[in-house]
């Protein structure tokens, strides 16, 4: 059975927005010329007469904030146009966002974002001071913040969920302006401002590998829109976007991004880096203790202590180390492996989980389609609305688990060690104990005939694996324009929503991993059998989440959705 966990998350805040502003002329109550303020004192002193040629003073009144002129000063902004996009070649506002100075460490990147907390999302640090204290809005308009945390502690917005084909510019303040948006604007703030007219059909396509060949990238964006704002009185325009791309994995990168063995890497004096790979054998010829592989190794077990003077050997000797690299130990590394508390045999197999598995870059997929329309409202206002969905999945993996090892976080958290096979084993659902009487010979343990258990030393054979599937609906309206004798006015609101769900597979359910090794169904002389046998009962792609009837997983796939909306 597949376990399930679900989680939901939902934050509100206000993001709609009224401001007035009044253009008034600055009247001093009482004003003298200079030079008749030096007059003497006997001369009474004229009315002041309001001085119509100075120039007036904007006071602007946002909620609670108040600016004007005299209190404004410079602010270091990037903008970065439509235009500059295209002649750099960027196809994601998080790929341009990238190339500026100011955006500087903890920026989650595509490559970051691989098995991280917040998987499936960019974002920006500015300044280096975290994607917590970098606040992006949407036409000035806040948006709702990605369901899970940058470290799982620091909100941000997500900056995959704009079209770049309808984005006029981005502007980036590059200074800190928690007075003025809070206290998530510390580092700066970025601002996504869309087109408001878009006319004739406009249509893109791209495609690209990587200088290896690899990470290959296609791109397409369609967008019509009808009407002008200066003859019309509106426009009207919609746009969709579809954009893939491959996965990167290390084993196609060069030394030493290919692997976990650094050990050729030394200094001068002879120093040489670690070799990390599974039972590698370091630079210096030592060998740190036996780790578990995909190829199973068993030592007998007598009462759940192990046989004195036995050890660790091959569970299927005449299989080999399969696809592994087969190494033999001297006599001193043998020595070296008992000291280490895992005596062996002369043959080991070592293990590169960098090589096999990592995925330096995960693979994704990005979709999204906008409705946009402006309109004149007379010759003082003008209004609009926007429709946008996006929807981007992710699709991440790395090394797989150790059977001996603790179950997934969540909930109460299990650690089975050491992993026995038992002598005999019964049909599931067994309530007495497992004996010659209602059992069979235990098929996976070599010492079953001798009454012995088997401590088995295994790493499951697939990866693990992450999904992600984000889904981002936003929707913002608002009117501005001007009435009487230079009173300004807009208002503008917004709603969006981001829906998150992450699939997680090949994660280890302590429960299933018992009922598999007491009934023995799970082919540890084999593995591969086991999975191919499930796969075909499945009738989908090889994964560790199988249906009821197939009963050899011993995987947990969790489903973890949240939600965070955003609401005026």
Request: contains cysteine.
């Amino acid at each position: 059975m597949i376990g399930t966990d679900f989680i939901a998350r939902k934050a509100r805040l206000l993001t709609g927005a009224a401001s007035t502003a009044l253009l008034l002329t600055a009247v001093p109550a009482v004003a003298q010329d200079q030079q008749a303020a030096a007059a003497p004192a006997a001369t009474a002193p004229e009315q002041a007469q309001p001085d119509t040629g100075s120039q007036g003073q904007d006071i602007v009144v946002t909620g609670s904030l108040i600016r004007n002129s005299a209190a404004a000063g410079a602010a270091p902004i990037n903008t970065l146009t439509a235009q500059d996009f295209a002649n750099r070649g960027q196809n994601t506002i998080a790929e341009a966002l990238q190339t500026i100075p100011a955006n500087g460490a903890g920026t989650m990147t595509r490559a970051w974002n691989s098995f991280g907390f917040a998987t499936g999302a960019t974002a920006v640090s500015l300044r280096g001071l975290t994607t917590g204290n970098t606040l992006t809005v949407f036409d000035g308009l806040r948006s709702a913040i990605y369901p899970l945390g940058d470290d799982g502690q620091r909100s941000f917005v997500d900056l995959n969920t704009i079209p770049q084909a309808i984005v006029e510019k981005v502007d980036v303040l590059q200074d800190g302006a928690s007075a003025t948006y809070g206290a998530d604007a510390v580092a700066g703030v970025v601002n996504v401002v869309v087109k408001k007219q878009i006319v004739g059909l406009h249509a893109n396509a791209s495609a690209g590998i990587s200088q290896r060949g690899d990470g290959g990238e296609t791109r397409a964006d369609v967008t019509y829109g009808y009407g002008k704002l200066s003859e019309q009185g509106f426009n009207f325009y919609v746009n969709a976007e579809f954009q893939h791309d491959n996965p990167i994995f290390a084993r196609d990168r060069g030394y030493p991004w290919n692997t976990n063995n650094y050990s050729a890497i030394c200094k001068a004096g002879g120093t040489c880096l670690p070799n990390e790979t599974i039972n590698g054998i370091q630079g210096d010829g030592t060998f740190g203790g036996l780790g578990a592989t995909r190829v199973p190794v068993v030592r007998p077990y007598l009462n759940g202590s192990a046989v004195p003077g036995s050890q660790f050997q091959l569970l299927n000797p005449a299989a080999g180390c399969r696809d592994l690299t087969a190494i033999t130990l001297t006599a001193a590394q043998q020595a070296q492996a008992a000291a280490a508390g895992t005596p062996t045999g002369s043959l080991v197999c070592s293990q590169d989980n960098v090589k096999d598995y990592l995925m330096e870059i995960p693979e994704e997929q990005r979709f999204g389609a906008t409705a946009h329309l402006t309109v004149n409202v007379g010759s003082q206002a003008q209004a609009y609305l926007m429709g946008n969905f996006y929807e981007t999945q992710t699709n991440s993996s790395i090394s797989p688990l150790n059977f001996a090892g603790q179950t997934a976080a969540g909930g109460t958290q299990f650690t089975l060690s050491p992993v026995l096979l038992p002598v005999y084993v019964c049909p599931r659902g067994t309530t007495v104990a497992c004996t010659a009487a209602n059992g069979t010979l235990n098929p996976n343990n070599p010492f079953a005939s001798l009454g012995q258990q088997a401590r088995v030393n295994y790493r499951y054979d697939q990866p693990r694996i992450s999904l992600t599937d984000a889904k981002t609906y936003r929707f913002a309206g608002g009117i501005q324009g001007t009435f009487g004798q230079g009173w300004h006015y807009n208002a503008d609101a917004t709603y969006s929503e981001v829906d998150l769900k992450v699939t997680n597979k090949n994660y280890l359910n302590a429960q299933r991993l018992i009922n598999v090794i007491n009934d023995g169904s799970f082919n540890f002389v084999d593995p591969s059998s086991t999975r191919r046998r499930c796969a075909t009962i499945s009738r989908r792609p090889t994964t560790t989440c199988r249906p009821r009837s197939c009963g050899k997983s011993r995987a947990r796939c969790p489903r973890r959705s949240s939600r965070s909306r955003a609401a005026i």
